[in-house]
Every structure is written in structure tokens, then in C-alpha cells.
């Protein structure tokens, strides 16, 4: 999987947009981008993924650039639960069982 | 998550007894896994299962066994606990045998184990 590299910390108004950046500039034409949060305590939990375009769900949105070499996640509206560490993993999507590997993600802080 | 569930939550126990711990799903994905969680590590991979009986091991898998006689449970034994062994682990699932592929995974609420 290719490596990933994210900013340590950051910080984001309640309310405002959060745009959460990833480098990834060896993943592979067939690797996926994956975000995933960990609220303190619990367990990962999935956000969204996508190879080339950009997708949006209702927890978020994904920006991938056109060389794939970087994403962003877009939290449209933070709110105070949405502070969270914040993992970026490239991987193959289906097909396997192939394991997740954890970086160590962007600590965000959502600020009243 | 509701379709995923650890047992137990919280346990104490003392070095060199063995234990146990349990994570059932009720998702009938195919693939399952252990992970620990340490301040400083991050997740880190204990074992997984790619299906009944079939089993494999992770980056620090050294210490810990598992089992897997149903799709549902996937069982996680430290064989003779040890106070590095104090973690958190979480347990994983994803592949949905049925219907399209499931790309996400789905984590467990944790166990929290404390060697003493």
C-alpha cells in the first residue's frame, strides 16, 4: 500500500468548513484513497473512499487531485463531534483480505 | 456499531493466566481482524481471518492465537497474558458475502485489557 502523509494537528471552527489534506504520491493506478476517523475511545470509523473522481456521501466530501497524488476531505459543517483523529490510507479495495494499515492521522480539533 | 459486537468491554487480569476475548457479527462479512491500540503505535494488526478455519497472521501477532469455527465469532486468546499485552483492541469485519462489495470496514467499540 502506498505510504500517506498527513499534517499532525489542526484546527477548525464550529461551523465552518474543515479540509483535512493527504499526500499520496506513489499510490498505484489501482489503489483506492480511504478516510476513516477515531473519535477518543472508539473505534474507527468509515468516511469515504474513491479512486479518481471526486465523491461525496453525507458525512463528506472527497477531492482527489487529477494526478492522484493528493486528496482532501471535506467536512462541509464541523461540529463539536466531528474532533477526531482523521487516518488517509491507500490501499486495493475489494478482493482480499487485505489489511488496513493506520498511519498516524490528523488530530482534528473542532473549536466552539 | 450494532453488527458488530466485542466481549468483554473491560477485563483485569493477571500476568501469565490466559484469556480470552470475543467478537461476533451479525453482518456475514467474510473477513474479520484483531487490532491493538497504543498510545504511540497507532492500530496495529494482530491476526485476521479470510474465512471459517482459515487464519493468518499479522505484524505482531507473537503471544496471541485465534480461532474462527463460525463466520460469526472470531475469537482472540493470549495464550499467557503479559503486562505488554495492556491494549485496547479492536476487532474488524468487512466483505459482505452477499449483495455488492462492502469497501469499508467496520470496527468493533474496543476491549479494553489490563494486564496486571
Known amino acids: 500500500d502506498a505510504k500517506t502523509t498527513q499534517p499532525t494537528s489542526m484546527d477548525c471552527a464550529e461551523g465552518r468548513a474543515a479540509n483535512l489534506p493527504c499526500n499520496h504520491s506513489t499510490i498505484s493506478g489501482n489503489e483506492y484513497v480511504y478516510w476513516y476517523r477515531q473519535i477518543h475511545s472508539q473505534g474507527p470509523q468509515y468516511i469515504i473512499h474513491?479512486?479518481?473522481n471526486n465523491e461525496t456521501n453525507e458525512m463528506a466530501s472527497l477531492i482527489i487531485t487529477e494526478d492522484r497524488k493528493s486528496s482532501t476531505l471535506i467536512l462541509p459543517h464541523a461540529t463539536l463531534r466531528d474532533t477526531a483523529v482523521y487516518y488517509c490510507i491507500a490501499r486495493l479495495s475489494s478482493g482480499s483480505a487485505r489489511q488496513l494499515t493506520f498511519g498516524s492521522g490528523t488530530q482534528l480539533t473542532v473549536l466552539p | 456499531d450494532a453488527g458488530i459486537t466485542q466481549s468483554p468491554r473491560h477485563k483485569v487480569t493477571e500476568t501469565g493466566t490466559p484469556v480470552t476475548l470475543r467478537c461476533h457479527q451479525t453482518e456475514n462479512h467474510r473477513y474479520m481482524y484483531w487490532y491493538r491500540q497504543d498510545p504511540g503505535h497507532g492500530l496495529r494488526l494482530i491476526h485476521y481471518s479470510y474465512g471459517v478455519k482459515d487464519t493468518d497472521k499479522g505484524e505482531v501477532s507473537d503471544g496471541y492465537s485465534v480461532s474462527r469455527s463460525k463466520t460469526e465469532d472470531f475469537l482472540l486468546t493470549l495464550e499467557s497474558a503479559t503486562s505488554s499485552q495492556t491494549s485496547v483492541y479492536f476487532c474488524a469485519i468487512s466483505e459482505s458475502k452477499a449483495g455488492p462489495p462492502n469497501y469499508g470496514y467496520t470496527f468493533g467499540s474496543g476491549t479494553r485489557l489490563t494486564v496486571v
Open positions: 474513491g479512486l479518481k
